[in-house]
């Protein structure tokens, strides 16, 4: 089977299984991760097949999407496993998605230059004007508060704290989106996070601006 094949069916898989996802990991997302993924992988010289396949499979691994981290890896060992791939590929593959996730400073860091592409192209959709949308999404699918001033910002958290300790959408940036821009690995992802982190700088400002005046009577 030519890679092109393995590709155009791998995606048909992860399209059926994320189409409807109202959590900010729909396919839309998985289109711009392969997207950068691959432009990533041009500057930075990392193989665009192992790059590709590992951005298409990786939130089927989510253990948000998945229900837990076990099944999520399993889902995709699954699928790597009936495909006509070399054994070392398959791995390469796994292994660069058991490493794309933040997990609040939890995760394992990435192991090849592929991982490490995929890890940054999928931090990156988290910034921007696309990390901002996102972010909502996933606050309010999860029925997160909008803000709570009153809630301390969390400056260090256990994975479970993490995932399901009180939290707002607001509280979100600074645990996470903000941080990420110092925890990228490619000098191109970096270069591509400064805009996009200066843009939530930007819109938090406003954010609070329009809070507080929003709370003078
Ligand atoms: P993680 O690496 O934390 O598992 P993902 O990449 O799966 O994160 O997150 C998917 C999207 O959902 C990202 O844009 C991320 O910022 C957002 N997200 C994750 N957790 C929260 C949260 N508690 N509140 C708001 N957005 C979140
Ligand atoms: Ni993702």
Not at 106 to 125: C, I, K, Y
Not at 154 to 163: F, G, V
Not at 187 to 203: C, M, P, T, Y
Request: one cysteine or more.
């Amino acid at each position: 089977m030519e890679k092109e094949t393995i590709i155009r069916k791998t995606e048909q898989y992860v399209k059926a299984r994320l189409e409807h996802d109202a959590s900010g990991h729909d396919w839309s997302h998985i289109e711009r991760v392969r997207r950068l993924g691959c432009w990533l992988a041009k500057q930075e010289g990392a193989d665009l097949f192992i790059v590709e396949m590992a951005a298409l499979l990786h939130d089927i691994a989510d253990e948000k999407m998945a229900g837990s981290e076990t099944n999520g890896m399993q889902a995709v060992q699954r699928w790597l496993w009936q495909l006509p791939l070399p054994t070392e590929e398959s791995e390469h593959i796994v292994s660069a998605i058991s490493t794309v996730s933040y997990k609040g400073g939890h995760g394992s860091p990435p192991q090849t230059l592929e991982a490490m592409v995929v890890q940054d192209a999928d931090r990156l959709d988290a910034l921007g004007a696309i990390g901002i949308a996102r972010a909502f999404m996933y606050a309010g699918n999860r029925g997160h508060l909008l803000y709570d001033p009153a809630l301390a910002v969390r400056e260090t958290m256990t994975k479970e704290e993490y995932r399901h300790g009180r939290s707002t959408a607001i509280h979100h940036f600074y645990e996470k989106l903000l941080k990420l821009k110092d925890l990228l690995n490619t000098e191109s992802a970096k270069k591509l996070a400064v805009d996009r982190h200066q843009f939530i700088e930007q819109f938090l400002r406003q954010f609070h601006r329009e809070w507080n005046e929003a709370s003078v009577d």
